[in-house]
């Protein structure tokens, strides 16, 4: 019999079947800041195409953006799996993790996004103030609640992300993790707070073969476009000296393989096994454009000539 969408995606988190490319993008976008009909098609095309799985957050414009997903889950069950995140105020300010506001939080995001169980839990910051064993507790409580199947968490320094992933593996839970990701490292200082995965939370991913969710996985668009840009007023956190010599690479090796840069520095995301690319794409035609990536092999040495241009 074949498996349903969320069995796959249980087998995919955990870590049975990694090689597989074609179901390992999340759909991301602005849910909530776009007319509800926009958001149906994308969902409905994503699903059409092999997704499994839509990434949000409890805060995301302005709480808005569950909302704008749950009518669809509920009108079409058992097609996608969710991805929210909890921890942020709607004004994207940290709230304190205790366990009643991280259950309340949780609660109400199930009745939004009107499903009966969260398929990806993620804290959405540290609570530097309790201690990662409370945290983990909290997060295991909720799965024996039957409120969420799979816990992690976004945007922790490695330390805490490694202590974390050992607490819960103790508790027989393996994370997912949620970072920046994508060939273009950005300049943190521009980047408002969010957290890059570098090479010390890469060796932590690794060391513990967790799942990595890789937001901005398409760096906002930036391998598409050749003129500086200002993301939200500010300058662009990826066009810096290093990112444009990636990208003018990316082209060269575009042209030699008859696609684009774009489709390039997106496969270079997804020659990384544990990673789950996030797009951000706003019509169902970006999703079709970024989901080519799934059919174009770098070898070893393209995607390190890639990065380092050596």
Not at 212 to 241: I, K, M
Not at 260 to 265: G, I, N, Q, S
Not at 282 to 306: K, N, P
């Amino acid at each position: 019999m074949p498996r349903s969408p969320l069995q796959m995606l249980d087998g995919l988190l955990s870590q049975e079947d990694m090689e597989s490319a074609a179901h390992r993008f999340v759909l991301g976008g602005p849910f909530g800041a776009e007319p509800s009909d926009v958001s149906a098609a994308r969902l409905a095309h994503f699903a059409d195409a092999g997704g499994l799985l839509v990434e949000t957050s409890h805060s995301y414009a302005k709480g808005q953006a569950e909302e704008a997903i749950g009518p669809w889950l509920r009108r079409n069950p058992g097609t996608l799996g969710v991805a929210t995140k909890i921890g942020h105020d709607f004004t994207g300010a940290d709230i304190p993790l205790t366990r009643d506001t991280v259950h309340g939080h949780v609660r109400a995001a199930l009745r939004t996004l009107g499903v009966e169980t969260i398929d990806v839990l993620l804290y959405h910051c540290d609570d530097p103030a309790r201690s990662v064993a409370e945290l983990a507790d909290t997060l295991v409580s909720l799965v024996e609640a039957g409120h969420v199947r799979r816990v992690g968490a976004s945007n922790w320094q490695a330390q805490r992300l490694s202590s974390l992933a050992t607490e819960l593996a103790g508790r027989g839970h393996t994370p997912v993790a949620s970072y920046q990701f994508s060939l273009a490292e950005p300049d943190l200082a521009l980047l408002g707070g969010s957290l890059h995965a570098d090479t010390a939370v890469l060796d932590v991913v690794r060391a513990h073969r967790l799942p990595l969710l890789a937001w901005s996985a398409q760096a906002r668009g930036y391998f598409a476009h050749s003129e500086p840009r200002e993301v939200n007023g500010r300058p662009d956190p990826y066009d810096t000296e290093d990112n444009r010599a990636r990208r003018l690479r990316c082209r060269e090796l575009a042209g030699q393989l008859g696609t684009r840069a774009e489709t390039v520095a997106l496969a270079w995301t997804l020659q990384h096994t544990q990673v789950w690319p996030s797009i951000g794409s706003r019509t169902t035609d970006q999703i079709d454009r970024s989901l080519e990536a799934r059919s174009l092999r770098l070898t070893d040495d393209q995607v390190r000539w890639l990065r380092h241009g050596r």
